[in-house]
């Protein structure tokens, strides 16, 4: 009983940030950037003009992991208030940096 109780505690520890990649990131970008953002590497079909698509904030030279991580921290006008965990932060960047 013991074994089972065991397995199962630590079946409910949180992944390891290591364990987030692309694929946890698409589904958040989907869902809080998709409507202001282009998120995948070639849209489908021509978009309004929004804010820099997810390929070009990733190719800028300037765009790092921690740079992502300070951007999405903060508060921004044109950007919706949302309070991401740190693994959806690390999964969103994932999949950001992912479309280099």
């Given at each position: 009983?013991?074994r089972l109780?065991?397995?199962?505690?630590?079946?409910?520890?949180?992944?390891?940030?290591?364990?987030?990649?692309?694929?946890?990131?698409?589904?958040?970008?989907?869902?809080?950037?998709?409507?202001?953002?282009?998120?995948?590497?070639?849209?489908?079909?021509?978009?309004?003009?929004?804010?820099?698509?997810?390929?070009?904030?990733?190719?800028?030279?300037?765009?790092?992991?921690?740079?992502?991580?300070?951007?999405?921290?903060?508060?921004?006008?044109?950007?919706?208030?949302?309070?991401?965990?740190?693994?959806?932060?690390?999964?969103?960047?994932?999949?950001?940096?992912?479309?280099?």
């Amino acid at each position: 009983m013991r074994r089972l109780m065991a397995i199962f505690l630590v079946l409910l520890l949180p992944l390891p940030v290591a364990a987030q990649g692309p694929n946890d990131g698409r589904p958040l970008a989907e869902r809080w950037c998709m409507a202001c953002h282009v998120i995948e590497r070639e849209p489908p079909t021509a978009v309004p003009d929004r804010g820099p698509s997810f390929p070009v904030i990733a190719a800028r030279p300037s765009t790092t992991p921690e740079s992502l991580r300070r951007y999405l921290s903060t508060g921004h006008t044109h950007m919706p208030d949302f309070a991401l965990s740190r693994y959806e932060s690390d999964a969103l960047i994932a999949y950001i940096l992912s479309l280099r």
